[in-house]
DNA sequence: AGCACACTCTTATTTATTTAGGTTAATGTA
DNA sequence: TACATTAACCTAAATAAATAAGAGTGTGCT
């Protein structure tokens, strides 16, 4: 279904999801009209799910990034708990992990004041009986970057 | 430094990075060259890191995703499996973290073969000295938005 | 063979972006 | 106060990019 040419586009796109599509054209040696015929076929399978711009979050105060390992009596406040973490702006990613029964967070906050009340909110979601807290220290490696 | 159009322009290209500059002009009211600038001071400064596309993992047979928790025996090592952890292209993020003088990595692999591959050269890794890893079941949330 | 489909192309048109040059308002300084 | 400087912004013209329209080519199927 994906031949070279898409995953060219695929992978320069991972790079640099602005590249107008006369470059990605002149990359894959198709005309634009061509590509562009691609690159909707992409969008609409669903290959490609979106564009996103990446900020710094430092700019905005947000210096503190944690994981929360989130721990739940039941999985009957499986539904409460996710419209709680969809809600939740500080809440970056929320996965349901095997083992335990319990969920992985990953978090950015502003100050340990902000962790704190983060923390305290979590606990008092239906359900929640304890969270553990890794506190980040520094990046070595944060990408998006599927290998194709 | 940072004015409440640049923030509408931001905040729209966290949730559409291909949003077209004449759209962006149009939505903060301001005419095409002025929007240009800012855009390209937003991208100078830092503010902006770059554009993403995101792609669907699972239909490239990305289906297994698993955060692998790190301890490794001394800092001295560090700097060898930081180059290692950048090599490696089935790791997306890798974090050192506070407590347990460890890591946590987040990486996708396609089957539990190569799962059992990854954990086994991570294991091989100078310094590492155990490993524990949370097969992640389902998403609940997945995001890169900052709150702003 | 004859048809349908998928993919591509070129050309014309429309839309988007950049460049050039000028206006205004705020700020600092002789 | 008067004058330069700077940082915004604007309009209009020129350039570049994207889309639309129409046609050609090759493959597989009846």
Redesign the interface.
Known sequence: M?DDLDIAI?KK??????TKRSELADLIGLSLPSLSERLKKLEEN????????????H??G?DI?A?IIVMMDSSKNYEKF?EH??KT???????????EGS??LKA?VKDTKSLEQLLNKIQSWPGVTRTVT???????????????
């Not at 669903?46 to 979050?57: M, Q, V």
């Open positions: 994906l695929l796109l991972q790079e640099n999801g602005r669903g290959i490609i799910e979106g564009y996103y711009a990446k900020l710094n979050r700019v905005f947000y990034m994981f996710a973490v969809k702006p500080e809440i970056l990613e929320c996965y349901a992990v095997l083992g969920h992985i950015i890794n506190f980040i220290l520094s990046t070595i490696k944060e990408t998006t970057k599927i290998n194709l």
